[in-house]
T-cell receptor, first 111, second 112 residues
């Protein structure tokens, strides 16, 4: 059974800092991995999708990497801003094309 | 495109009542997913459809829950009878093939 873990559970950083969020999964037989952002009381906004055959994806200040063999993905945020404050979720699509979410990392960027 | 549309946005009902949540996926998307989010359990996949056909409903918690997709532009999630432990935010999402999933704004359900 696929399990998805996100570390740390919460993170507080000063504005301008570069940071890395981690996502690990137990079954490497995945179809793709997607990173989302969720603001309090809101829905999920898709940030990046990495197919199983890809190693990384970039969008603006965001870069996501995928290492299937080690069961890990990282989301790198460059030059963090207060507007980046939100909960970041990773979702793994694996066997049977079911999507399993991690519990999320709550990020707070201080001005 | 307006994105995934869900209604109602908020629902408050009494225990034992029937609740129906509605979803309109993004036009052209062939996959539709229903999720439930709670503080205790996070985001859980309840059921998903491909071309209007339910593919995996193993996440549906009990027989009190049912979902239908009568056509490509509409799906419902029904709870009958509702219980307080069903209180959660229910999300609908859609995707083209098995690509990027797009989420609706969610329905916040409170069962008293």
């Amino acid at each position: 059974k696929q399990e998805v873990t996100q570390i740390p559970a919460a993170l507080s950083v000063p504005e301008g800092e570069n940071l890395v969020l981690n996502c690990s999964f137990t079954d490497s037989a995945i179809y793709n991995l997607q990173w989302f952002r969720q603001d309090p009381g809101k829905g999920l906004t898709s940030l990046l999708l990495i197919q199983s055959s890809q190693r990384e994806q970039t969008s603006g200040r965001l870069n996501a990497s995928l290492d299937k063999s080690s069961g890990r993905s990282t989301l790198y945020i460059a030059a963090s801003q207060p507007g980046d404050s939100a909960t970041y979720l990773c979702a793994v699509k694996g066997g049977g094309f079911k999507t399993i979410f991690g519990a999320g990392t709550r990020l707070f960027v201080k001005a | 495109d307006a994105g995934v549309i869900q209604s109602p946005r908020h629902e408050v009902t009494e225990m034992g009542q029937e609740v129906t949540l509605r979803c309109k996926p993004i036009s052209g998307h062939d996959y539709l997913f229903w999720y439930r989010q709670t503080m205790m359990r996070g985001l859980e996949l309840l059921i998903y459809f491909n071309n209007n056909v339910p593919i995996d409903d193993s996440g549906m918690p009990e027989d009190r829950f049912s979902a239908k997709m009568p056509n490509a532009s509409f799906s419902t999630l029904k709870i009958q009878p509702s219980e307080p432990r069903d209180s959660a935010v229910y999300f609908c999402a859609s995707s083209l093939s098995l690509g990027e999933q797009y989420f609706g704004p969610g329905t916040r359900l409170t069962v008293t």
